[in-house]
């Protein structure tokens, strides 16, 4: 082989290789994972084991025609939606300040922001039940002032402000890159050519910053649709959500086709969500391009 030739080959081999213990680790906790449980959803439940190598469409059947599983997906994704919108609100403002701040004043605030990142979220949702509890800091001083209490614990309340507070970081950091990214000139050209606060930042710096924006909406949505420990501890199982309906009816039905069914459902709506959001913002990029 000439040397033309080997360098050529290297060249198409080198990024093969070091994309490569991506797609295995890739392929070890997420794909085949994910078709096990597709296999196990098509098999027939029974109460001695996990399931019966018996092919069945009967789990998907009784998954969407129940309303009650509806029902959950519906909530699941609505607290997706909100949960979204709310620390997209909240981030970017911060987000803005931190990118635009001295660099003494964005490593202070960056130190503020990872903080919580460093304790797990069991103990982050089990401090905002000491605070949201009926006998916590809001209500001792929400009675105290005559104006209170107020109901804050398991209900769809106590989940929303757990969930904004913890996955809040994660838009944050993802629209500060792109806002970081902005060549600060252009608000000053903007302003120097008539153009308001207000106006610069909706007619330059936002559209400029979707990138960020569609990463960040798209991580945190994903995590707030599949998170667990939270709307467990602060809704204490009142307020439903598809990966505590998955979990009780594996543990509790010991029903791990069906289980497997559901998730898999919800996976696909999921996935096609998210695959309209982005095909949407992409066209949105492109028009503001």
Do not use: C
Not at 17 to 42: K, T
Not at 238 to 254: C, H, S
């Amino acid at each position: 082989m000439s040397t033309v030739a080997q360098r050529a080959s290297d060249r198409v081999r080198l990024p093969f290789l070091l994309i490569l213990p991506a797609f295995i680790v890739l392929g070890i906790f997420f794909v085949v994972p994910y078709l096990y449980l597709l296999f196990m959803s098509f098999m027939t439940h029974t109460p001695s084991a996990a399931y019966v190598r018996d092919f069945t469409l009967k789990n998907y059947e009784e998954t969407l025609r129940d309303t009650f599983v509806w029902k959950v997906i519906w909530q699941t994704l609505r607290f997706g939606f909100l949960t979204t919108l709310a620390t997209l609100v909240l981030s970017y403002p911060l987000a803005y300040h931190m990118a635009r701040a001295s660099s003494r004043v964005k490593g202070l605030l960056m130190i503020m922001l990872l903080a919580p990142l460093l304790v797990g979220i069991v103990i982050r949702s089990y401090g905002w039940m000491i605070v949201l509890s009926d006998n916590g800091l809001i209500n001792q001083l929400a009675t105290e002032l005559n104006v209170g209490p107020f109901s804050l614990m398991y209900n769809r309340t106590g989940v929303m402000i757990g969930l904004v507070h913890i996955y809040m970081p994660f838009m944050v950091l993802s629209i500060l890159g792109s806002l970081q990214a902005i060549d600060p000139d252009l608000e000053r050209a903007a302003r120097s050519l008539g153009a308001g606060t207000w106006k610069t930042l909706l007619r330059v710096t936002w559209p400029l910053s979707l990138p960020g924006v569609t990463s960040g909406s798209v991580l945190v949505f994903v995590l707030t649709v599949s998170a667990y420990v939270t709307p467990s501890l602060l809704g204490g199982y009142r307020v439903l959500t598809v990966p505590l309906l998955v979990v009780q009816t594996v543990q509790e039905l010991f029903d791990w086709p069906l289980g497997s069914a559901l998730a898999i459902v919800f996976f696909i709506i999921t996935i096609a969500i998210v695959g309209a959001y982005l095909k949407l913002m992409d066209r949105l990029m492109k028009g503001v391009a």
